[in-house]
C-alpha cells in the first residue's frame, strides 16, 4: 500500500516570493507522482507528475517539483508565487503501471498582497 | 473540449433519505472515478470503471452505496440510505485510460450535506 504524508497543512507567503510545498510518501514498490492544485469550489487540476527519466519535474504554472528517491520526497516550489496560486495542493503517489492514485491531506497555499 | 459535468453541485438532504449524484465524463473516456472528499482531506478512491465494467470498487462501502455506467459513458453514484458521515463533495474524474499516461480530469465536484 501507499501514503503520502503532506506535513504543512498551510503555508502563507507573499506576492513574489518563493516557496516550497512538502510531499513525503511511503511505498513498497515503484511509484508515479503527483502534484494537483484545487481552486475554492473546483475539482482537482493536474500540475506535473514525475513517472520516469529526470527527477527534475516542470508543470504549468511556474511549477517544479524535484523527485527523491532516497528521502522518498517529491517536494513542489515556484520561484515566485501570485496572488492567482492561492489554492489547496495535494500530492499523489501511484503505483507503477496503472493509476490508482493515494492524496495526502493537502496544503493550502494563502499567496498575500 | 467540455470538461467532466457533475451534477447536482449542493445537495442537502436529511439522514435516512437516498440521495443520487450524476456525472458526465469527456468524450471517449473510457477510464471513469468516483472519489470522496472529506472536510480538510485528500480525495479517497470509491470505485473506478473500464467502460461499463468496475474494475476497483473494494473501497466501496456496498451496504449503502451503488453505482453504475451503463453504457460505459456517463455514470451514477447512488446512497441509500445516507448518514451523517456522509456529508463531503463527491468527485468524479475520467481518462482516456488507466495508464499513467493519462491524466485524471476532474469534475467540481457535489458536495452533500446530511442533517
Known amino acids: 500500500a501507499q501514503s503520502v504524508t503532506q506535513l504543512d497543512s498551510q503555508v502563507p507567503v507573499f506576492e513574489e516570493a518563493p516557496v516550497e510545498l512538502r510531499c513525503n510518501y511511503s511505498s513498497s514498490v515503484s511509484v508515479y507522482l503527483f502534484w494537483y492544485v484545487q481552486y475554492p469550489n473546483q475539482g482537482l487540476q493536474l500540475l506535473l507528475k514525475y513517472l520516469s527519466g529526470s527527477t527534475l519535474v516542470k508543470g504549468i504554472n511556474g511549477f517544479e517539483a524535484e523527485f527523491n528517491k532516497s528521502q522518498t520526497s517529491f517536494h513542489l516550489r515556484k520561484p515566485s508565487v501570485h496572488i492567482s496560486d492561492t489554492a489547496e495542493y495535494f500530492c499523489?503517489?501511484?503505483?507503477?503501471?496503472?493509476?490508482?492514485?493515494?492524496f495526502g491531506t493537502g496544503t493550502r497555499l494563502l499567496v498575500s498582497p | 473540449e467540455a470538461g467532466v459535468v457533475q451534477s447536482p453541485r449542493y445537495k442537502i438532504i436529511e439522514k435516512k433519505q437516498p440521495v443520487a449524484f450524476w456525472c458526465n465524463p469527456i468524450s471517449g473516456h473510457n477510464t471513469l472515478y468516483w472519489y470522496r472528499q472529506n472536510l480538510g482531506q485528500g480525495p479517497e478512491l470509491l470505485i473506478r470503471?473500464?467502460?461499463?465494467?468496475?474494475?476497483?470498487d473494494s473501497q466501496l462501502p456496498k451496504d449503502r452505496f451503488s453505482a453504475e455506467r451503463l453504457k460505459g459513458v456517463d455514470s451514477t453514484l447512488k446512497i441509500q440510505p445516507a448518514e451523517l458521515g456522509d456529508s463531503a463533495v463527491y468527485l468524479c474524474?475520467?481518462?482516456?485510460?488507466?495508464?499513467?499516461?493519462?491524466?485524471?480530469?476532474f469534475g467540481n465536484g457535489t458536495r452533500l450535506t446530511v442533517t
Open positions: 474524474a475520467s481518462s482516456l485510460d488507466d495508464g499513467a499516461n493519462s491524466p485524471l480530469h
Open positions: 470503471y473500464e467502460n461499463e465494467e468496475a474494475v476497483d
Open positions: 499523489a503517489v501511484s503505483p507503477t503501471g496503472f493509476q490508482k492514485l493515494v
